[in-house]
């Protein structure tokens, strides 16, 4: 890695494997973040390949570009916004994706800078939003949710055992101060875990912070309207007008269960119906070694779709 790109993209020989880059392709990087999945793929795709850059974070985007753009002979286009609306923003530049990734969640630099909020192991505002222009903060989020919206969010998205009680504390410390900082947030979960919070493996706010980070940026939603723009582009490939090119292929890192079941479902689904053909049945993982350099690969899931086969054609 880098030093100044502070962060390792997972997956990267599997990714570069499956999605098999053609030479002079266009591809859609929709999480570019830090631009090592880009840069790569843009090395593969060579002289005349085309390199489309999404994100919502625009100083990952403006740092991906710079990388991607110092790739001999290849078109760079970035776009700063949703991959929810992904279709438009590659509509817009009159291309067509003949690859498409995105590597869901958040990069370890937007983790690392304290001043992001989302992180309990530094104190710093409680903000949490990817995209720093708009948007409501975790702090917002939390000052203004019921106290039961708060308790479903962290059992559903944190999937954390003591979310009622989580979110019993933290109701009644924002009613004597609000809840600014990642440490007043921290220590209202500390506090709801009491003696619990020795026995507990990871630290008892993880949880809490995930699903937190999951709601400010709507991530589910975003996930599911990058599904159905797909799903739409599978489907208008028959008539020429997709933003797809024949044959794309889409890979999908996922690093939360709910996300991995959505991904899981809508490609299956789209096998069903004759779309394409899924390219990993399981998900592919990453292996122990990569995993020790990078323990964030651990949860890493990548599954891949290819549209417009022959042998979907043919059923
Ligand atoms: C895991 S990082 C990507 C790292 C990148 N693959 C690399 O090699 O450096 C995820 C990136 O996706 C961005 N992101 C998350 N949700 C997004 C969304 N809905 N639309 C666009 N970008 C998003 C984050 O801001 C972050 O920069």
Do not use: C
């Not at 990087?29 to 994100?55: C, I, K, P, Q, Y």
């Not at 919206?149 to 059992?155: K, R």
């Amino acid at each position: 890695m880098s030093a100044r790109a502070g962060h390792l993209p997972v997956l990267l020989d599997t990714i570069l494997e499956l999605l098999a880059m053609p030479a002079g392709g266009t591809v859609a990087d929709l999480t570019a973040g830090r631009g090592g999945h880009a840069e790569a793929l843009a090395r593969r795709g060579g002289a005349g390949s085309r390199v489309f850059l999404l994100d919502l974070d625009a100083a990952n985007l403006a740092f991906a570009e710079s990388r991607v753009r110092a790739v001999d002979g290849v078109e760079v286009r970035a776009h700063h916004g949703t991959f929810a609306h992904a279709d438009q923003a590659i509509r817009a530049a009159g291309w067509r994706a003949d690859r498409v990734l995105a590597d869901l969640g958040f990069a370890s630099t937007q983790m690392d800078d304290p001043l992001r909020g989302f992180s309990f192991q530094a104190e710093g505002p409680l903000d949490m939003r990817l995209d720093t222009s708009r948007g409501e903060t975790a702090a917002e989020l939390v000052a203004r949710l019921p106290e039961a919206e708060l308790a479903d969010a962290i059992f559903q998205l944190g999937e954390d055992p003591f979310a009622r009680r989580i979110a019993r504390i933290i109701a009644e410390r924002r009613g004597r101060a609000p809840i600014r900082t990642t440490t007043d947030l921290a220590s209202a979960v500390v506090a709801a875990y009491g003696a619990r919070a020795r026995e507990s493996r990871m630290h008892p706010a993880t949880r809490t912070f995930m699903a937190l980070r999951i709601m400010v940026n709507d991530e589910l939603g975003a996930l599911r309207g990058l599904l159905t723009a797909l799903e739409q582009g599978g489907r208008a490939l028959a008539s020429g007008s997709s933003w797809l090119q024949p044959g794309a292929r889409a890979g999908i890192i996922s690093f939360h269960s709910l996300e991995d079941r959505l991904v899981k479902h809508s490609f299956a689904e789209w096998e069903r119906e004759g779309l394409g053909t899924r390219l990993t049945r399981k998900p592919a993982e990453a292996a122990d070694a990569e995993i020790r350099a990078n323990p964030r690969a651990r949860s890493a899931k990548f599954r891949v779709f290819e549209f417009g086969t022959e042998s979907a054609a043919d059923r």
